[in-house]
């Protein structure tokens, strides 16, 4: 895809006028958007204006917990898979948080931004890099907000190893691991509503890294990326795709539709990143074999490596090979490292819970740099570079895992861009 002109400044550390109250509605309340509904619930400063589902069951039941918390009744929105353009024309919404089936994000979050809303979209942001493109575009041609809620950036163990390497804890970084190993085929039994009903056919449709996002995203915050280095060109691989057609046979009768399907994706698929200074990212996807959770989140430096799932640690230490046996007790690691961030809200974060603090964590986050005029931690071209893996992943796949380079979509301002800073440092 060539470079093409920007349609307006770079929205690169956007700042947007600062918000007293932040009215938000919300389009997709199913399993995600149901529970950032909640969490909203409990946020300072926040008011929730309206909500859109097509499917008016879940709609009812987040409409209901607003309601039980004492808070104004949202205006309700369904009746059609468009019916959130309705909510959109609204006058009194400043963001709204999309956790719909993947192929409405671009839609959703473009007619957001348009709308002149800021649009807060689930993973992964878009489906083809010409999605990436027009997202990109429209924030810039409108200087809106659009991000992709990367929670896992929002972890402990995640924040805790960016304040490690922003300490030079390991050295000048070479080599990262990221990943979303997550047995899924369970969701197959999910027919007519929930993610399964619509999940399962993407494993029909494409053979490539399918969800790369939770795993990169902290390791590119990590290295830098888009802020003085930038993802180059990828290379990717599948394995066979056996799990779910076994898993279907084993599963279900033998004329279920779940049998009628042919499985493309290879169960586990491996993609090697390389960045403009050199640096190595392996990043795997498989929600198909029986297997323990892993994000892997490895970074690998030239003085020691910290390694995830079980977390574990070897540093080089006063010239001793210490680096030869791995430190899984984390105690000491968390009293010296723990990211400031976390100190201040990891509590908080944890009673509110959804994935150990990180859910609560990153939706106020959201809110207070809105309510504080400070950009957010991921941007637009963070959410287009993390999320477009899955699209270069499948043309590698399909052309003998032959190099696909990555689009620049920050137009040459990663080169100038700005580290994420440790927050309360
Ligand atoms: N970040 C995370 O940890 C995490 C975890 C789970 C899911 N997700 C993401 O959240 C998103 C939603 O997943 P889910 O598990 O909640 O799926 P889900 O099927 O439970 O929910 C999707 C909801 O969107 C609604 N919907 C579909 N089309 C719509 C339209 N045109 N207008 C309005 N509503 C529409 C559906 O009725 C459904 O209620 C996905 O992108 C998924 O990848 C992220």
């Not at 600062?18 to 309340?29: A, E, Q, S």
């Not at 619930?41 to 607003?66: N, Y």
């Not at 494409?206 to 290295?223: A, C, D, E, F």
């Not at 504080?372 to 270069?392: C, F, H, K, M, R």
Request: with cysteine.
């Amino acid at each position: 895809v060539p470079k093409k002109p920007a349609a307006g400044p770079s929205v690169m550390g956007l700042v947007v006028p600062k918000m007293d109250t932040v009215r938000v509605g919300f389009i997709g309340v199913g399993q995600r958007g149901s529970g950032h509904v909640k969490h909203f619930c409990h946020l300072d400063g926040v008011e929730i204006k309206a909500i859109c589902d097509t499917d008016p069951q879940v709609l009812d039941e987040s409409i209901q917990f607003v309601t039980t918390q004492g808070l104004p009744k949202p205006a309700q929105y369904t009746g059609s898979e468009q019916a959130y353009k309705d909510l959109l024309n609204r006058d009194d919404i400043d963001i709204v948080i999309i956790s719909t089936p993947w192929e409405w994000h671009a839609p959703m979050a473009i007619n957001t931004m348009e709308s002149g809303k800021h649009a807060f979209v689930e993973v992964p942001l878009a489906l083809t890099v010409d999605e990436c493109w027009q997202i990109v575009d429209t924030a810039e041609r409108t200087q809106k907000n659009c991000m992709m809620m990367e929670n896992v950036n929002y972890g402990r163990d995640e924040l805790m190893v960016l304040n490690m390497v922003r300490q030079g804890l390991f050295g000048e970084l070479l080599h990262g691991e990221a990943a979303y190993i997550h047995e899924l085929r369970w969701q197959m039994k999910e027919i007519d509503s929930k993610t399964g009903s619509w999940r399962t056919y993407w494993h029909t449709k494409r053979n490539g890294n399918l969800y790369p996002t939770h795993g990169l995203g902290p390791v590119s915050q990590y290295m830098n990326i888009n802020r003085g280095d930038r993802f180059d060109y990828l290379t990717s691989m599948s394995s066979p795709a056996l799990g779910r057609g076994l898993y279907a046979k084993r599963e279900f009768p033998a004329d279920h539709e779940r049998n009628q399907l042919d499985y493309i994706n290879g169960d586990i698929n491996t993609s090697l990143i390389k960045t403009v200074k050199g640096r190595t990212i392996m990043v795997q996807h498989d929600t198909t074999t029986p297997r323990p959770y892993s994000r892997h989140n490895l970074i690998q430096g030239t003085n020691g490596v910290f390694a995830g799932f079980p977390n574990r640690i070897a540093i080089e230490q006063a010239g001793s090979d210490s680096y030869h046996k791995w430190d899984m007790d984390m105690a000491k690691w968390y009293a010296k490292y723990d990211h400031p961030l976390w100190l201040q809200m990891g509590q908080e974060a944890e009673r509110n819970g959804g994935h150990g603090g990180m859910d609560f964590l990153m939706l106020w986050r959201m809110v207070y740099c809105l309510r504080n005029s400070e950009p957010l931690d991921q941007d637009v071209y963070d959410g287009t570079a993390w999320s477009v893996v899955n699209i270069l992943s499948q043309e590698s796949v399909n052309n003998r895992s032959n190099s696909v380079n990555f689009p620049d979509f920050t137009r040459g301002a990663w080169k100038t861009g700005k580290p994420l800073g440790i927050i309360g440092t």
